[in-house]
């Protein structure tokens, strides 16, 4: 949580003025029950209605002043808590845009998401708190047992043995209390997983029959979640009730003590008026003291999550930011002895060397978690191999600045998404100021243009976050269109054609083959189809290159390529030449 | 609020009560017990200031009656106490059970609503009536009753006590109170512009955190950091800025309250003392008003406070109840009739149909399937492939024609014994969160470990799952996230080859598989369709070469049917298509000349 706090420098100011302007409201706030008993003790005991009127007047002007002070506190407190929550979030993102591939793989997405707008806002909620409540509840609490000091140090006990008891039970109530709460959030979460289930597969659901024993499982969840529900219900509802017996008995005590002390000329009767009210304002302030410890909980919890990514380094960092020179004749790519391994998970590639000439077309080939993917990754830089040499046009990718390295390099991942905007915005994504021009040739080498064209605002036509609105052929295809827009030396196409039927598939090769002579491209694919024409192809199995050639070597001398060949194609139309 | 609002807010009221109806005697309880806790804490402060006004000066107390009075205090406020307790009981398990019933009740709705209300609807807006909007209702009741009830009697209570021990000093109180709830509602007014700008620039900053963040590699790719950086700056800057605004304005509530409570103080002191001083009140009963001033613009603020709570639940429950007003899906008629086996013979007679009415898609179409015959469907991605599936299955009705399975039509079928006879396996491999062993036997829980193993070894998914840790004890994760596709798939295979149904529909993979396991799907699917009537989504060329009819589509509607070799000699889109694919295989592509 301290680690946070060059975040607040900016805000130091309201930071002070905040809690101090509270500090100020809630004094002349103690100071009313005081009034009030010098009113009842020397106003109405005299008869003296100017004393009663002028003293009135006074409460009403703290009153006022009190507002004044207090309204000040809740601008700092919006200002400082706002911007501080503003400031995170904006170096949060900054920083998680300068992780690298790993480091994402290991948070996760939906982790990174939660704590940047969730966490965040806890800690925004706490930093409102720290300066609205931090300094008033806890004043309060103890300015009110100093009050009843200052009127009697005998009666004063009374609240040193109250005000301890309303905290212990607090304290109880909301430790036996808090962890069901994640109980229940986890039941809650076990029944909208159980109706997100249900609804994605409604149709096997309903194929065999099973909605009624679907609906016992739910619930059974389901009384689950309200059983526990109605447990942590019988805890809380013990700390209103609680409390109030506290620190009513500790008002009798008063009134009980306080006719001895008048009786003994020590207390007036006004006085034991003031006493009373200090303890509700003892026991008010007490409440608001437990829900800030429940907010600071929180938000401790939420300052380790954030933290923890501002801890995290990333991995494959820039040596340099200048851009170096490239030998034009050097191959495009050169693997030399590359191993490379997930954290503690094995291997993913074992010693894999190759090279790739200038303007060749690649295929690779492997069945699933052979390090298809893993190997191009290694390409742009997306991982730092764990051992060997990755070289691109004859330099090694670590000495690129990543903006050069990237800038040669147009990547097609496998997951073919589109950003929230126009088709315009997303085919400027790897060159800004692209023109028309050039982004209608990428459209129709992916062989997208067509339906683009047939849109009602063509390239201004906009595509939903996701690009959900276009179908996943179509998706594709923009896809690999984005990466051609900026004509990339490189053109790496991660299984980016599987949503496309044969025939479109075919199209896109052909015009990609014949209008893009000199760049190098590099296929990942599972189908035979889709590669078996490249100059080369390599061959994965298990993280190991087992095979390199044209598809006729491969399919002649390649065991794993034969067994690939045969699981797709007749025998007759591998050999079909 | 115009009169038709106010009269819909009123019906939903009425639903709400009608699910809150079980649970009439805890409601019943929980407002008794109200009554009874308001009614102690208000004669709590009533006796405190008897006890003060025992206690006149220095040697004139009247102990006994300050030790009397003291227990009477004592009892009263166990008493409160636990009547507070019971209420809070009563009202958990009222607005609990409640919202269980309600999700129960959505949960039944979703079987029972017809398949097209399901697809049309985004599954997360679902699941959020399910959650969120009940959760609303729970809370609405929870807070109508504890604040809303209860504040309005203390209310009531506090000013029929005031007005019996000073009318003048009541009026005092009365005339000043509501200035807090107008401040109150003044800062809600404007507060909630702010909120609904806030909120609203809240869900764009999501949406575009999870949009950026959930693809950083893509924007690693093409070195898009800076772009998407300035973007969200943008984004948050707004984002702060109407933040500052809309938490200022809320957070004016709690001072303005305390100010309003300060003047109702001041006020009570200057009247009370003043009619003290000319003898018309005593001094403990100054005190028992400025307690009650006190507890008199409490529940002001709570009923204040619990309005806009009130109005989201009434909100969720109109989105619930809209769900639970969905038309089921028509039920199984009187005559219908249980198949529980058939020879296989389908015969597809002269059906239309459309999924948006005006909107033509399949036409007049007709086709006759042999018992054991394999119908291939094919044609480009997003053709309607799966139209078919969803009226074989009765997923959804036909608008006009029949199909007939061995001559009855499926129509006159009970819907969930039509279902049995079929076999489905989709290429959305759909798994549930339980073990191997419950998934394989889902169509048959009573199948004995060795059925399911049989199944497995079947589908030669068996070497596989003994291979893990737990075998058929393995949990499959939230949508089998630690199986592979491939692996789901033949699960899937099993699952159906357990219950050996005479009619197969299946959805070939398009990608995504590793070869051998591809090899192993493709091996289990022949086994199945070994005499069996089958339905087939193909995308491999040999697949749709043996099959006895393929049934060509393109954009939603079957444009050919026949044969591999009639539909070649009759060089249609099939000609064009399987060409396309056989350019490929004949080596026709040009290759990149380097």
């Given at each position: 949580m301290f680690q946070l706090r060059r975040f607040l420098k900016k805000y130091k100011l309201q930071l002070t003025i905040g809690p101090l302007c509270k500090l100020i409201e809630a004094i002349f706030e103690l100071f009313v029950p005081l009034i009030t008993a010098d009113i009842i003790d020397n106003g109405v005991a005299n008869h003296d209605v100017g004393y009663v009127l002028s003293r009135g007047g006074w409460m009403i002007l703290l009153g006022a002043l009190g507002l004044c002070f207090a309204l000040v506190c809740q601008k700092s407190a919006s200002i400082a808590s706002q911007g501080f929550g503003t400031q995170v979030r904006n170096a949060m993102f900054h920083h998680i845009n300068t992780l690298s591939h790993s480091e994402l793989d290991r948070f996760g997405t939906p982790s990174l998401i939660t704590r940047i707008t969730n966490d965040i806002n806890q800690l925004q909620l706490a930093v409102a708190m720290l300066i609205r409540l931090v300094i008033r509840a806890p004043f309060l609490v103890v300015g009110a047992l100093v009050m009843a000091m200052t009127i009697d140090l005998k009666m004063s006990l009374i609240f040193l043995a109250a005000s301890p008891l309303i905290a212990l039970v607090l304290a109880l109530v909301m430790h036996q209390s808090v962890p069901f709460y994640k109980t229940i959030q986890q039941k809650l979460d076990k029944v909208s997983l159980i109706s997100r289930e249900n609804l994605s597969g409604n149709r096997v659901v309903r194929a065999f029959s099973k909605q009624e024993s679907d609906e016992a499982r739910f619930d059974q969840k389901n009384d689950e979640l309200a059983a526990a529900a109605v447990t942590v219900g019988r805890i809380s509802a013990l700390l209103n009730p609680l409390t109030y017996v506290i620190a009513q008995a500790a008002i009798v005590a008063i009134v009980w003590f306080g006719a001895q002390f008048v009786f003994g000329g020590y207390l007036l009767p006004g006085q034991i008026i003031a006493l009373v009210n200090y303890m509700t304002q003892i026991l008010l302030a007490m409440i608001v003291v437990s829900n800030l410890a429940v907010i600071f909980t929180k938000a401790f919890a939420s300052a380790a999550r954030v933290n923890e990514i501002f801890d995290t380094r990333p991995s494959v960092v820039e040596k340099n930011s200048k851009p170096i020179s490239v030998d034009r004749?050097?191959?495009?790519v050169e693997f030399r002895n590359v191993s490379f391994g997930y954290a503690?998970?094995?291997?993913?590639?074992?010693?894999i060397s190759f090279t790739v000439p200038k303007g060749a077309s690649v295929g690779i080939i492997g069945g699933t978690g052979s390090g298809k993917s893993t190997l191009v990754n290694l390409i742009p830089r997306f991982y730092d191999t764990s051992k060997g040499e990755v070289f691109v046009n004859g330099n090694n990718?670590?000495?690129?600045?990543f903006a050069q390295l990237r800038g040669k390099i147009g990547v097609v991942p496998q997951t073919a998404v589109l950003f929230a905007g126009t088709i315009r915005e997303n085919m400027r994504w790897?060159?800004?100021?692209?023109t028309d021009k050039e982004m209608i040739k990428a459209l129709q080498i992916s062989q997208s243009y067509e339906f683009v064209s047939q849109?009602?605002?063509?390239?201004d036509s906009l595509a939903a976050a996701g690009g959900k609105n276009f179908s996943g052929g179509q998706r594709q295809r923009l896809t690999i269109a984005r990466a051609l827009v900026s004509n990339p030396e490189i053109l790496i196409l991660?299984?980016?054609?599987?949503?496309?039927d044969l025939a479109t598939d075919a199209a896109l090769r052909k015009a990609l083959s014949q209008q893009t002579r000199n760049m190098t491209v590099i296929m990942v694919s599972q189908r035979v189809g889709t590669i078996r024409y490249a100059d080369k192809i390599f061959v994965l199995d298990k993280g190991k290159l087992v095979g390199t050639g044209t598809h006729n070597e491969l399919f002649d001398h390649c065991d794993v390529y034969r067994e690939i060949c045969l699981s797709q194609l007749k025998e007759e139309e591998v050999r079909n030449r | 609020m115009s009169n038709q609002a106010k009269s819909t807010d009123q019906s939903t009221v009425k639903r709400i009560l009608h699910y809150v109806s079980p649970y009439r005697p805890q409601l019943i309880g929980a407002m008794i017990f109200a009554v009874c806790y308001v009614a102690l804490n208000l004669t709590a402060p009533i006796l405190i200031g008897y006890a003060i006004d025992h206690i006149i000066e220095e040697k004139n107390v009247d102990f006994s009656a300050v030790a009397q009075l003291s227990l009477m205090i004592g009892v009263t406020v166990f008493a409160c106490a636990i009547f507070q307790w019971l209420m809070g009981l009563c009202v958990n398990s009222v607005s609990y059970f409640t919202v269980r019933d309600i999700r129960k009740e959505i949960f039944r709705k979703f079987n029972a609503v017809p398949l097209r209300y399901i697809d049309g609807h985004p599954h997360g807006d679902l699941i959020s009536r399910m959650v969120n909007d009940a959760d609303a209702v729970g809370d609405g009741l929870q807070q109508g009753i504890t604040q809303l009830f209860s504040g309005l009697v203390m209310i009531l209570c506090t000013l029929g006590f005031m007005l019996l021990i000073n009318v003048y000093i009541a009026l005092v109180v009365v005339v000043i109170t509501p200035l807090s709830m107008f401040a109150a509602a003044f800062i809600t007014r404007l507060s909630q512009k702010m909120f609904r700008e806030q909120s609203k620039t809240q869900g764009e900053i999501s949406s575009y955190v999870e949009e950026y963040i959930g693809n950083q590699k893509i924007v690693r790719a093409f070195g898009y950091e800076e772009t998407s950086q300035h973007h969200f700056e943008e984004i948050n800057a707004r984002l702060c800025a109407c933040g500052q605004k809309s938490q200022f304005y809320s957070s004016l509530a709690n001072p303005s309250t305390r100010f309003v409570n300060g003047i109702v103080t001041a006020a009570v002191c200057i009247v009370g003392s003043i009619s003290a001083i000319s003898g018309t009140i005593t001094v403990g009963q100054i005190s028992v008003f400025l307690t009650y001033a006190n507890q008199y613009t409490k529940p002001f603020n709570e009923v204040t406070g619990v309005i806009p709570q009130l109005q989201s639940a009434l909100a969720g429950a109109d989105r619930v109840f809209s769900l639970l007003d969905e038309k089921p899906q028509?039920?199984?008629?009187?005559e219908s009739v249980e198949m529980n086996?058939?020879?296989g013979q389908i015969d597809i007679e002269n059906i239309n149909f459309s999924y948006t009415p005006p909107k033509k898609l399949i036409t007049n179409f007709n086709l006759h399937v042999k018992p054991g015959q394999h119908i291939a469907i094919v044609g480009p991605t997003?053709?309607?492939?799966t139209t078919l599936i969803n009226l074989l299955m009765r997923f959804y009705d036909v608008n006009s024609g029949d199909i007939k399975i061995d001559g009855t039509?499926?129509?006159?079928?009970?819907r969930n014994s039509l279902r049995s006879l079929y076999g489905m396996v989709l290429q959305d491999s759909w798994l549930c969160n339980a073990s191997i062993r419950d998934n394989i036997a889902?169509?048959?829980?009573?199948?004995s470990l060795d059925e399911v193993k049989a199944a497995a070894k079947e589908a030669h998914i068996d070497t596989f799952i003994e291979r893990?840790?737990?075998?058929?004890?393995?949990i499959v994760t939230e949508q089998g996230a630690n199986l592979s596709q491939g692996q789901r798939q033949l699960l899937c295979i099993a699952r159906v080859m357990l219950c050996s149904p005479p009619i197969l529909i299946l959805d070939e993979a398009?990608?995504?598989?590793?070869t051998r396991t591809e090899l192993k799907i493709q091996e289990a699917f022949r086994q199945m369709m070994q005499g069996r009537t089958s339905f087939i989504v193909a995308h491999r060329l040999s697949t749709v070469r043996e099959a006895d009819v393929i049934l060509v589509m393109k954009d939603g509607n079957i444009i050919e049917q026949g044969s591999h070799d009639e539909l070649l000699s009759k060089g249609g889109f099939y000609c064009r298509l399987y060409h396309s694919g056989e350019n490929i295989s004949t080596g026709n592509m040009p290759v990149s000349v380097h």
């Open positions: 004749n050097a191959p495009a503690d998970n094995g291997y993913a590639l074992k010693d990718v670590r000495d690129y600045p790897g060159k800004k100021n692209a849109l009602p605002e063509q390239l991660d299984d980016s054609a599987s949503a496309l | 028509q039920p199984d008629g009187q086996s058939c020879k997003g053709c309607g492939k039509s499926i129509y006159q079928i009970k889902y169509g048959k829980p009573d199948a893990l840790p737990n075998g058929y004890d393995t398009t990608s995504s598989i590793d």
